[in-house]
């Protein structure tokens, strides 16, 4: 299942980013740590923009990371898509502002289910799950936009946890404007 979910999230990415979604890197690892993960998958080229633990001042559950990907992004919270996977990182989306789906771990799956932070059908225990789940939020952003081009942003994060299997990598993922 964790290297299925891997696959299913990378496919997510690959899918967008072939619809013409712009895609950011934002996460709470470090530059170094996060230019080795993004190496070892061969994504070193694959984000216009990385924001990391150095360029903010407080970590989830604050907003920060988000809200400063989505300036960087030249977009409102509102127009941002979250994929996270832990609790923490749930909370600092909701607290943004932003559309949030939950792809949580083994090791996450309790917490995030119990901390009431979103309807259910927005935590998928199957990463297979995300891709219909993005595809969903584009629409619902669509149908709720008010005559501006939609753009969407995503964080898709396999975090790793010590001894897992799983690097650590976040994704935020934005619709270019057409």
Not at 13 to 19: N, S, Y
Not at 20 to 44: I, K
Not at 61 to 87: H, M, N
Not at 111 to 123: M, Q
Request: hydrophobic share 45%; net charge negative; glycine share 6%.
């Amino acid at each position: 299942m964790r290297q299925r979910g891997i696959a299913d999230t990378l496919a997510v990415l690959d899918a967008v980013r072939a619809e013409g979604f712009r895609v950011a890197l934002a996460t709470m690892s470090y530059q170094d740590q996060a230019e080795t993960v993004l190496d070892a998958l061969g994504l070193a080229d694959a984000f216009e923009i990385v924001i990391t633990a150095e360029q903010v001042q407080r970590g989830k559950p604050d907003p920060e990371i988000y809200l400063l990907v989505a300036c960087c992004l030249g977009l409102s919270p509102r127009q941002c898509l979250v994929i996270e996977d832990t609790l923490a990182g749930v909370q600092a989306a909701v607290a943004a502002g932003m559309w949030c789906i939950a792809v949580p771990t083994y090791l996450t799956r309790e917490e995030v289910h119990r901390g009431n932070v979103l309807e259910e059908r927005w935590i998928l225990d199957d990463p297979a799950q995300l891709r219909g789940a993005v595809r969903e939020v584009l629409d619902l952003n669509r149908a709720a936009d008010r005559g501006v081009q939609p753009s969407v942003a995503a964080e898709l994060i396999v975090e790793a946890t010590r001894g897992s299997e799983d690097p650590p990598i976040d994704h935020i993922l934005e619709r270019r404007e057409g």
